[in-house]
């Protein structure tokens, strides 16, 4: 017999090798593989689901790439899952590659997944409530270990014992034996911990360590969590353990390995062993020698990259004081709090700003682990993986910003992917506000691949067997589902956006049907924008929406019918409510206007035509305003159907009736006027007559403020209405002049609110302009006739600032029709 034989056959002397561990840690993870390496039992159980067994294979493939996960979930209930998550530094992956490494069987003896989901099931008897309650309770051993040691932090106590530890020419076996004393003492005093499912899960494992000694004469070696060792080597009956297993729930279960981060090994999850500092452990782990200095020399890299000066003399001086602090603390090595105060002092001049972006990229890390494609996987997710792949989108655990330009194919499907994957409840991707450009033709996504999403995958594949087919059906069923208007129309957006002809049709029959049937004003101006939006986006994508531009119109026309009867009687806060409605369909009626011209008024190419108009803007903002003012210098848009124009002037006209009721809340009077004024359907002069009338002394302060706050607050602009219209700030000036002192505590809550809105530098221009008074506040207005402006076009000074215009938008140098219509606009 060999050396290694005969050492062997001793640790199997008192029975089972019970090699106690904590899960995913690197010292344990070393000295699982030096034990093994000692013993070379010929099976090794592992603490997890036996259902995994015929998984364990893949854990050998070149593909496969920790940190991984096993996860189980319910066959018809997908979102019912879990996740047992294994890093390279696990010990449990340590002990499976050392048996598909020696040709060793690898086996699971955890208590099977079909219970343990089943026992969280609501038809369980023990519910979600009860086994959080339990979990709450349960006794954190390290952290008694660590305080009957005099440590107030058990990572610490634990670094010190067993991370900083070396595998040295002891016996491999002593560290697992001194543990296994430490765990039965601990057991002795507080029993199971305060946790039933243990005593259960315990009970399985006996049976099926008893099975394994069997088959392969006691060289057996079992790799568990430390706790469970006593529970393990404790003498009981068969029929004992099988009695508490009797009776348990069952749960039809499917399990694969996915993907998982560093950042979600940092969480309480699976084997319950969530850890502050994986990044760190990994490093730990993998360093062959001097781990201090080569983190330091990690961390030195990192914050180069981030345009920090650290140098060499700035590592060597931080594994210095590292060192020192260790030996202060009394500690064998220095820890994580060592390198980390020295990094905060050496290298971030001690600021925590930087040392934030050290912890959330090397102390946590966003490592994502890989799976290879022969692992099994619901029909859904191997045609995701295809088109990721199709489309170079590979998932990561970094937040990352992707920018798309629609008018490109691969970037249009990408859009496409991501806008699906969000209707099946994979958030993925998040849309974010673009940089550099406001045209529909552009998105701007931030992706981030976590590993819960493998489970929302499972639970979509309810809905098809490819993206595209359970997007489609998931929008189907979402719409008819749908307790209101406003979500149908969201949908009906969504569904171009995805782009699912197939659920189109469906979306808005049953939009047509809600729509009619709805006779609330407040929900049809809420429907209105995202219908308008719809059509922008089809127009963009090539999608036909004649349908969805019919609902809109008559929509709009419902509205403009039931909304001036709506604004009676309305207190303070529905006055607002109804405020936010007329904004929302002043931009809808405009770019319901834009969405019919076939030619735009200023436009370029095909993608270019939606920078008229910023994404996603339905308030009087500058680009509502803005082309209004185009429509009232030059009339209906160029381009625009008579239809669409004529649904503009009813609009109008509806406005009208709402400036000049005497039941309408001051707010929604004083809004119409302002976006008549922007339309150019009503003159400066009389503008300012009404104000004039508003503000009378007649008119109750409160209703007065309302009106003021409507005309000009709102963020429509308005501060810079009163900077370049003398008489309109002159008029504001003397009502508030003249407010009687006891109701002006009234008025100043609203009219604070108006003025605060305005950017510094407009509350400060209007500061100077009331304290010069009226006779100098000619100074900031040029010429005559319109206050701002001069008497007529001053083309030269236009044509100067055309070509930066032209570059601003993107649009061809030659185009002298554009240039025409660009000094109309200036």
């Known amino acids: 017999m060999t050396g290694v034989e005969r050492t062997g056959g001793g640790a199997f002397d008192a029975g089972p090798l019970l090699l106690g561990v904590r899960h995913h840690g690197p010292g344990s993870a070393r000295a699982v593989r030096a034990a093994l390496e000692t013993a070379r039992p010929r099976v090794v159980l592992i603490e997890g689901p036996p259902e995994a067994d015929a998984l364990i294979p893949l854990a050998a493939d070149e593909e496969m790439r920790p940190p991984v996960a096993l996860l189980a979930h319910a066959v018809d209930e997908p979102g019912r899952s879990a996740f047992w998550p294994l890093a390279e530094f696990s010990p449990e992956w340590v002990a499976i590659r050392w048996a598909l490494d020696h040709d060793v069987p690898a086996r699971f003896i955890d208590l099977p997944a079909t219970h343990t989901l089943a026992w969280h099931s609501p038809s369980a008897q023990k519910g979600p409530d009860d086994a959080a309650s339990e979990a709450d309770v349960r006794v954190d051993p390290l952290a008694v270990l660590a305080e009957t040691a005099g440590y107030d932090d058990p990572e610490r106590w634990w670094e010190d014992v067993v991370e900083h530890r070396g595998v040295g020419d002891g016996d491999p076996l002593a560290p697992f034996t001194a543990l296994e004393e430490a765990m039965g003492a601990l057991r002795e005093t507080c029993g199971s911990g305060g946790h039933d499912r243990d005593l259960v899960r315990e009970a399985y494992m006996r049976l099926q360590v008893r099975a394994a000694q069997r088959e392969f004469a006691d060289q057996v070696a079992v790799v568990c969590g430390a706790w469970h060792v006593p529970a393990l080597r404790r003498k009981a009956t068969v029929a004992a353990d099988k009695a508490l297993l009797k009776g348990l729930p069952k749960a039809k279960v499917d399990m694969t390995w996915v993907p998982w981060t560093h950042r979600r090994l940092s969480r309480s999850s699976g084997y319950g062993a969530g850890i502050d500092s994986p990044g760190w452990y990994g490093h730990l782990f993998g360093a062959p020698d001097r781990p201090v200095e080569r983190w330091l020399t990690k961390v030195a890299g990192l914050l180069r990259e981030e345009d920090r ?339 503009r002037r009813r609009w109008q006209a509806v406005l009208r009736v709402l400036s000049s009721r005497d039941t309408v809340p001051g707010v929604i009077r004083g809004r119409a006027v302002r976006l008549l004024l922007d339309d150019g359907e009503l003159a400066q002069d009389q503008a300012a007559r009404l104000m004039g009338l508003v503000l009378s002394p007649g008119t109750p302060p409160a209703d007065a403020a309302a009106w003021i706050e409507g005309f000009v607050g709102g963020g429509s602009g308005g501060g810079m209405l009163l900077v370049h219209d003398e008489r309109l700030l002159g008029l504001v000036d003397e009502w508030l002049s003249g407010v009687p002192a006891e109701a002006f505590t009234d008025v100043l809550p609203l009219l604070r609110r108006t003025f605060s809105a305005y950017e510094p530098g407009v509350r400060r221009t209007l500061g100077e302009l009331v304290r010069r008074g009226p006779g100098h506040r000619g100074t900031v207005t040029a010429g005559s006739g319109i206050p701002g402006f001069a008497p007529e076009l001053d083309s030269e000074r236009a044509d100067a600032v055309l070509p930066v215009v032209r570059l601003l938008l993107g649009l061809d140098a030659g185009e002298e029709d554009i240039d025409n219509n660009l000094v109309g606009v200036a």
Request: some cysteine; aromatic content about 2%; glycine content about 10%.
């Open 309 to 647: 000066i650290v140098s060499s003399a700035h590592v060597i001086e931080a594994v210095r004081l590292a060192e020192t602090l260790a030996a202060m603390r009394g500690r064998p090595l220095p820890g994580l709090s060592e390198t980390t105060d020295a990094v905060r002092a050496v290298m971030c001049e001690g600021s925590d700003v930087p040392l934030a972006l050290v912890h959330d990229r090397l102390v946590v890390g966003n490592v994502l682990g890989e799976v290879p494609r022969s692992a099994p996987a619901v029909p859904l997710q191997r045609d995701l993986a295809r088109i990721q792949r199709r489309l170079r989108l590979k998932p990561e655990a970094l937040e990352r910003e992707l920018e798309l330009d629609l008018r490109k194919e691969t970037d249009a499907e990408r859009s496409r992917l991501l806008h699906r994957l969000r209707l099946l409840g994979v958030g993925w991707g998040e849309p974010a506000a673009s940089r550099g450009s406001t045209g529909t033709f552009r998105e701007t996504w931030r992706l981030r691949w976590e590993p819960e999403l493998s489970v929302r995958v499972a639970e979509a594949g309810v809905w098809g067997t490819t993206v595209l087919a359970a997007a489609t059906a998931k929008v189907e069923a979402d719409a008819v589902a749908a307790q209101g208007l406003v979500e149908v129309t969201a949908l009906a957006e969504r569904c171009l956006l995805a782009e699912l002809p197939d659920a189109l049709p469906a979306v808005m029959r049953i939009l047509a049907d809600r729509a009619a049937l709805d006779a609330d004003v407040g929900h049809l101006a809420q429907a209105l924008p995202a219908l308008v939006r719809s059509l922008r986006y089809g127009d963009v994508r090539g999608t036909d929406t004649g349908a969805l531009a019919e609902v809109a119109a008559g929509l709009a026309e419902r509205v403009f019918v039931g909304l001036p009867p709506a604004c009676a009687a309305l207190d303070a806060d529905a006055a607002e409510e109804v405020r936010r409605h007329v904004d929302a369909v002043q931009g809808a009626v405009a770019l319901l206007s834009e969405a019919a011209a076939p030619v735009q008024a200023v436009s370029g190419d095909a993608g270019e035509a939606g920078a008229a108009a910023p994404d996603g803007v339905v308030g009087p903002g500058p680009a509502a305003s803005g082309e209004s003012s185009v429509a009232g210098q030059g009339g209906a848009r160029r381009g625009a159907s008579p239809a669409y124009d004529g649904l």
